[in-house]
């Protein structure tokens, strides 16, 4: 009775994780850093060019077939096996942090941020170093944004940076 109970007593609801959001939409293709918004500081990097390598069966005789229909010779194939730009590499530009926001206290909040969703092991020491470079890579190439420079949109996906609710 006490079981029937407590199962009809619902809990306060589960709050739902936050949802991954997309940095691809903060891309900006092109050789020079948009204009706007003024006083936006610009993060330039190059996305690669991206190959993909196509395997396929092609028939270059027909199955063979008796009488009875009984299989005599079964079909032949060759794979033809062919490359295909899927993306050209390109310039693009993304909102940064301000350079004179890279403090020690940042880099170190920065590592901590990306320590606790596992995706940097080292010592936190609050130097931009090729350890949390690698890990904002990480993150950001998740959402969209393969770069290992930090963006405006995935600090503020950290906790790092107010988030902008003007849009």
């Known amino acids: 009775m006490v079981l029937a109970w407590l199962m009809a007593c619902g809990g306060p609801p589960v709050p739902k994780a ?98 606790a969703r596992g995706l940097y092991l080292a010592p936190v020491t609050g130097v931009m170093d090729g350890a949390t470079s690698a890990a904002v890579q990480k993150f950001q190439a998740e959402r969209g944004l393969d770069s290992a420079k930090l963006s405006l949109a995935a600090a503020r996906q950290l906790g790092l940076i107010a988030g902008d609710f003007t849009r």
């Open 18 to 115: 936050p949802e991954t959001g997309d940095l691809s939409v903060e891309i900006h293709p092109g050789a020079a850093a948009p204009k706007k918004p003024e006083g936006a500081c610009w993060a330039q990097d190059v996305a690669p060019l991206v190959i993909e390598t196509v395997t396929e069966q092609v028939q270059v005789a027909p199955e063979e077939r008796g009488p009875d229909g009984a299989v005599i010779r079964p079909a032949a194939f060759r794979s033809d096996t062919r490359q295909k730009i899927v993306q050209e590499r390109t310039e693009i530009w993304f909102q940064a942090p301000c350079p004179e926001e890279f403090t020690v206290a940042f880099i170190a909040s920065l590592q901590r941020a990306l320590k």
